[in-house]
């Protein structure tokens, strides 16, 4: 495992992706989004790719984007919502970076999450407390984990920065200020 790549994981909703946009310009590095790359493979949306070939189709396309994104370094990784509940995923990204859950509860996200389709496992409420539950336990298995609740993508990647720093000195990125060239 080395730190010169950070995936984000974490439910959908949580802010990976603006998460990762901040990140990777305060680090310098590379945005990756793994649901865009996903959307320019199939040139369908997500929710057009659940309803035209199922999860399981997406789910092979998801782990071939994986790795694709697997040989980059200096790179942020925005994963899919359930890239890391995918046992073979999650061991394949904790041997290749440093993995970063972005933890928000549920009754947050439900704020977060638009009902107009664009996430198709969202749409019964039930099912979204049963796939939050089931999901929570696989983000547990990160190597760290940043509360992200009520707070800025900003202040989230600030804080992936600040716990680089104190859990591992020696592999954390270097700190760049983003208004210092």
């Known amino acids: 495992m080395t730190a010169d790549k950070i995936y984000l994981i974490g439910f959908m909703a949580s802010g990976k992706?603006?998460?990762?946009?901040?990140?990777a310009a305060r680090l310098r590095w590379r945005l990756e989004d793994i649901d865009h790359l996903?959307?320019?493979?199939?040139?369908?949306?997500?929710?057009?790719?659940?309803?035209?070939?199922?999860?399981?189709?997406?789910?092979?396309v998801e782990?071939?984007?994986l790795a694709l994104v697997r040989p980059?370094?200096?790179v942020v990784v925005a994963t899919g919502g359930g890239t890391f509940a995918d046992a073979d995923n999650r061991a394949a990204i904790n041997l290749d970076g440093v993995s970063f859950w972005i933890d928000v509860p549920l009754?947050?996200?439900?704020?977060?999450?638009?009902?107009?389709?664009?996430?198709?496992?969202?749409?019964?409420?039930?099912?979204?407390?049963?796939?939050?539950?089931?999901?929570?336990?696989?983000?547990?298995m990160a190597?760290?984990?940043v509360n992200a609740s009520r707070t800025s993508a900003s202040?989230?990647?600030?804080?992936?920065?600040?716990?680089?720093?104190?859990?591992?000195?020696?592999l954390a990125p270097p700190r760049h200020d983003p208004g210092v060239a």
């Open 107 to 140: 009754p947050e996200l439900i704020t977060r999450i638009p009902l107009d389709g664009r996430r198709p496992l969202a749409a019964d409420r039930p099912q979204l407390e049963r796939l939050f539950a089931a999901r929570t336990e696989s983000y547990r």
């Open 72 to 74: 980059l370094r200096h």
């Open 63 to 65: 782990r071939d984007m």
């Open 17 to 23: 992706s603006t998460v990762g946009r901040h990140l």
């Open 38 to 60: 996903i959307e320019v493979h199939e040139k369908r949306t997500v929710a057009e790719v659940f309803a035209s070939q199922g999860e399981a189709h997406f789910r092979a």
């Open 155 to 170: 202040a989230v990647a600030d804080r992936i920065i600040d716990a680089l720093h104190a859990w591992s000195p020696a």
């Open 143 to 145: 190597h760290l984990r």
